[in-house]
Every structure is written in structure tokens, then in C-alpha cells.
């Protein structure tokens, strides 16, 4: 199952010194430890430990900032919010909190504040302390506003501070680049971290990340494999092998990683869930509905919203699309906005493409998956997904509109490319646009295919449906006329049967365009040069020369009454 249900693993370790004054030796190590606990995505241990250094010390900065970092991985922003703005109203120039606010403010859309924020805390200590501008630097990666230029501009500012060997530096610096959809250099930046670090497996998993944007198996699952071999600990890479064999169908591997990631994680509802959706993948669909209502009834508001998706997607594989769209629009309304991912999008454009009045709706969420998803390998899957459900529902507007979504990625479009699309929107009722693709794009392509004037004239002829009142066909039925004439001779001259055919739509287009300029224009000199044209092209046939003569017969006078008009009164 391709990018279905997946589960969104990210966040960034950051190494940061005991504010010195703040902490002592022992809470200095405490406070590691939670940022260990926060490395390995546990989130609940991170935020138990950083409590427990505020209720002994509730000025602790090294914490506050931990604290807030760990919320807003767990998307939080408004408790991380909450949490930095009640610090700095008695630590207002604190560094590390005026960079963790300034990533709470990018979350709220507040972009000039926020870097604001970040420039008074590199201000503040002079711009020669990495762990700020580490922090500055996360802040804009993990935000959807960041700015990961900017980010990558501090980095490598922190890279040139003196003594300078922080392994963390480069991780950031990867996922920056990660951002910026530059794999290469965020591969690059990934190994430089792990030439400093060789046991930062955090490193390791996301190369593996990139690879797997490309659907490159051959390097991701040894990059995961790779990382839980340097840190046993790392529950991430366990994680993503899990999503791996759960895509791939393979439900004892699927689950064989996934008890090896509940071994090193905390307990959650989003394990519990992976748990039940193991049903789904061994297509177990009756067994995972019931788990999935099981847990809804039990937790009520409080469940994990993705328990609605699992619902949708065995509903889905049941056949039932009624019930699949009711629960997936719960999943959109429950679920974090910050938390739906391509994946959540694709299968909602899918779900709704089986409903008429939902089209519009179901083209846009595929947008949103195809703006999200940053690998064109991955854009084109989903334009082609999007596509093919189209055909499949009989949806010929949406099939029409893929069509034109997919040709601008075609490197050289074929006749069968050009053809596919126009005839898309022809069979749509999208006259317009079909006329535009064959009398523009096809024509202009290849000049000498008859099919692109034969379609262009199908298109002007629909257009204009008022029996020519435009006058719209006039051009395409001449092209046509004069390429199927010239193909005509060629067959001739090869003895090739397309003569026939070529020859049929030639004469087709002389009668018509000589019946317009008989009947609609009074025209009979182009009228007959056009039926002349018909009889070089067919001298046995006697029609146009039946014609020719009716057309040009002379106009009878009305005959005057015998002897002439008498004269009143004459005798």
C-alpha cells in the first residue's frame, strides 16, 4: 500500500550547555537526559524529566527551553506558546527562549516577529554561540513558515566559530537542505554529522529519509538498518523499517519491527494504533473495523483521530465508499492540521472521486498531495493515481483536467499523449480546451499527422454549435481538406488502402465547406471552386458536378402576362 497511513516521525536533537549559574552539575545531566529522551522521540519521558527539573527549579532556562521544544514536536504550540511567553516575562533576554518563542510565533503565521526574536538572541551572545544559532536555525526547519535559507545562513555561520566540531550543526544543516528539496547536499550535510559523531544515528535514518522520497529501497532500508545497528536505542529507524514492510504488505515483518520500536518507545495511543492497523495490512478489514470502533467508544474525544482513517481505509477495502468518506471527513476534522501528511490527502482525493457532487473537493486534496509530496517520481504517481480513479468513476471533467495536470511533466510528448489529452476534454464536453490542445499544441507538434486536423475539425464543429453561425469551423475543415488530399497521393502512389480513408474525409470537407459558401454566404464562386476540388480528387463521381450545375443555374425571370399590361381606360 503506497504512502498509506503513515505516520510522521521528525525531530531534531540539539545538544545545548547548562546555562551557566542556572544548573547545576546534577540537573545538567538531568536535563540531557530529557533531551536523550527527546532525540528517540519520547515524547512523554522528555516532558516527565523537564518537569520534574521545573518543580524543583521553575527558572531553569536550559528546561523551559527543552520543555517547549519537546511540545511543539508533539504539536503543541499553544502549551510551548504558553510555556515561553510566561518565561520571558522575567527572562526577557534569554537567547535560547527568544528562539524558542520565535518558533511558536513562525506556527502562528507571525513571521516578521519571529525573526525579530531570532536576531535579538544572536544579537544577544554576540553570534559566536551554536547552540543559538543551532536553536535559531531548528525553529525555522520545524515550522511550515521557517525560512530554512536563513537557517542554513546561521549554520554555516555557526561552522565558523572558533573550535568549532558540534556534530549537531550538520544535522540541522541536512535538514534545511531537506527543506529546500536539495537531497544532495542534505545527504552531504548528514555525513559530515557523522564523521564528528559516528554513533548519531539520527543521521543515518534520515538519509534514509531522502532515499525514500525517491522510492530508492535499495538505499533507504539499509540507511535504517544502518542506524538501529549504530544506536539499538533509536526507536525512529525502527519505526520507519515498520512502515516499510507495513506499505509493502508484509505483515509478520511489519510486525516483528514494530514490537522491536514499542521496546524502546513510550507507550502511546499512536503505538496502539499501529497495533491495530497491522490488521488492516493482513487484510483483516471486519477485525480492524471493530478494533477501531472499540477504541473510539472507549477513549471518546480523546482518541487517536488516525483510528477514524483506519476505519476509512477498511471501509474503503470493503467496497462501501459511503462509510469510507464519512469516517475520513472525521479523521480531517479531529486530526491536527500540522499532522496530515500527503499520504492523508491522496486518499481523500481517491475517496471523493467515486462522488459527483464532491469533484472539486476531490481535485483539490489530490493538489494538496501532490504540493506536499516533494519528489516528482511521487508527484507524477499521484497525478497518474488521480487520473486513473477519474476514468475509473467515470468522472470524464476530473479525467480531463489530470490529463492536462500530467502533460506539462511529459518531456516529449507522442501524437498518443496529445491525442489522450484533447480527447479527455472532448469527451468531457470541454470543446474549448479540446479545440486549443488539437488545433494549437497537436498541430503545432506534429504538422503532419492527420489526426490533430481531424480532431481539431471535430472540436470547431462542437464549438460552434449554432450551424456555423461563427463561422469557427471554416480553417479546420480546410486544413483537413488539404492534409488528407496530400496523404491521399501518398497512399496512391504506395498502393497503400489508407487511400480510402484519406480520400473520404477530403471529399467530406469540400462538400461541406462548398455547401457553406453556397447556403450560408451566397458565395457561388468559392462554392464551385470547392466542389471542383471534390471532382479532381474523385473524377468518376457525378455529384459535385450535379451540384456545380444547380448553383450555377441561371436565375428564371417571372414570365409577363400574354399581350401586356392593359391601360386603364383603354378601349
Not at 544548573?23 to 516527565?48: H, I, M
Not at 549537531?168 to 545527504?187: F, Q, S
Not at 533509536?234 to 523499517?241: D, E, I, K, N, S
Request: with cysteine; net charge positive; proline share 4%.
Amino acid at each position: 500500500m503506497k504512502n498509506k497511513m503513515r505516520i510522521s516521525l521528525r525531530i531534531s536533537l540539539i545538544f545545548v550547555a547548562g546555562v551557566a549559574g542556572l544548573c547545576n552539575g546534577a540537573f545538567a545531566q538531568t536535563v540531557e537526559q530529557g533531551k536523550k529522551f527527546l532525540y528517540y522521540q519520547r515524547y512523554k519521558s522528555a516532558n516527565d524529566v523537564f518537569d520534574k527539573i521545573l518543580a524543583g527549579n521553575p527558572n531553569n532556562i536550559d528546561a523551559i527551553y527543552w520543555k517547549g521544544q519537546t511540545l511543539l514536536a508533539d504539536h503543541d504550540s499553544t502549551a510551548a506558546g504558553d510555556l515561553y511567553s510566561k518565561a520571558l516575562q522575567t527572562n526577557g533576554n534569554a537567547p535560547m527562549l527568544l528562539a524558542g518563542m520565535g518558533g511558536v510565533e513562525l506556527r502562528m503565521g507571525k513571521t516578521q516577529d519571529a525573526r525579530q526574536r531570532f536576531e535579538t538572541a544572536i544579537s544577544l551572545t554576540k553570534g559566536k554561540d551554536i547552540n543559538v544559532l543551532n536553536a535559531v536555525a531548528d525553529n525555522n526547519i520545524d515550522a511550515r513558515n521557517g525560512d530554512a535559507q536563513y537557517a542554513i545562513e546561521k549554520l554555516t555561520q555557526a561552522t565558523q566559530v572558533k573550535n568549532f566540531n558540534n556534530a549537531e550543526t550538520y544535522l540541522l544543516m541536512g535538514d534545511a537542505y531537506r527543506k529546500l528539496i536539495d537531497g544532495g547536499n542534505a545527504v552531504q550535510s548528514y555525513q559530515k554529522a557523522l564523521a564528528l559523531d559516528p554513533k548519531l544515528a539520527e543521521a543515518k535514518y534520515k538519509i534514509g529519509k531522502i532515499y525514500e522520497t525517491q522510492k530508492n529501497v535499495e538505499f533507504y532500508l539499509p540507511a535504517y538498518q544502518d542506524a538501529v545497528q549504530i544506536d539499538p536505542n533509536y526507536g525512529p529507524a525502527y519505526y520507519a523499517l515498520f512502515n516499510h514492510y507495513f506499505e509493502h504488505g508484509d505483515a509478520t515483518k511489519a510486525t516483528e519491527e514494530l514490537n522491536k520500536y514499542r521496546a524502546v518507545s513510550d507507550p502511546s495511543a499512536e503505538t496502539d494504533y499501529a497495533v491495530a492497523s497491522l490488521l488492516f495490512v493482513d487484510k483483516k478489514y471486519d477485525e480492524a473495523i471493530a478494533a477501531a470502533k472499540t477504541a473510539i467508544q472507549t477513549q471518546g474525544d480523546k482518541v487517536y483521530p488516525k483510528y477514524y482513517l483506519l476505519l476509512a481505509y477498511s471501509y474503503d477495502a470493503k467496497k462501501d465508499t459511503m462509510a469510507a468518506k464519512d469516517n475520513l471527513n472525521l479523521y480531517f476534522q479531529k486530526q491536527k492540521p500540522d499532522a496530515l501528511v500527503a499520504a492523508d490527502y491522496e486518499f481523500k482525493g481517491k475517496v471523493l472521486t467515486h462522488f459527483h457532487e464532491d469533484s472539486v473537493a476531490a481535485i483539490d486534496a489530490y493538489n494538496k498531495a501532490i504540493a506536499m509530496d516533494t519528489a516528482r517520481k511521487e508527484k507524477l504517481r499521484i497525478i497518474k493515481e488521480a487520473s486513473d480513479d477519474a476514468k475509473a468513476a467515470g468522472a470524464k471533467g476530473a479525467y480531463a483536467y489530470w490529463q492536462g495536470v500530467a502533460f506539462p511533466y511529459i518531456d516529449n510528448p507522442s501524437e498518443s499523449d496529445i491525442y489522450n489529452w484533447g480527447f479527455a476534454n472532448y469527451s468531457a464536453g470541454n470543446y474549448q480546451a479540446a479545440d486549443s490542445i488539437f488545433c494549437g499544441v497537436y498541430e503545432s507538434k506534429y504538422p503532419n499527422s492527420f489526426f490533430g486536423y481531424l480532431w481539431c475539425k471535430n472540436s470547431a464543429v462542437a464549438l460552434d454549435d449554432s450551424l456555423w453561425s461563427k463561422g469557427l469551423p471554416l480553417e479546420p475543415y480546410q486544413k483537413l481538406a488539404a492534409i488528407a488530399r496530400s496523404l491521399d497521393s501518398t497512399a496512391k502512389a504506395a498502393n497503400s488502402p489508407d487511400s480510402v480513408k484519406y480520400k473520404r474525409y477530403a471529399i467530406e470537407s469540400y462538400s461541406v465547406l462548398a455547401g457553406w459558401y453556397n447556403n450560408v454566404k451566397k458565395d457561388k464562386e468559392t462554392a464551385t471552386f470547392y466542389l471542383d476540388q471534390w471532382a479532381a480528387i474523385d473524377p468518376s463521381d457525378p455529384t459535385p458536378g450535379k451540384f456545380k450545375a444547380i448553383i450555377n443555374r441561371p436565375v428564371k425571370q417571372p414570365a409577363r402576362p400574354a399581350g401586356g399590361a392593359r391601360r386603364s381606360g383603354a378601349k
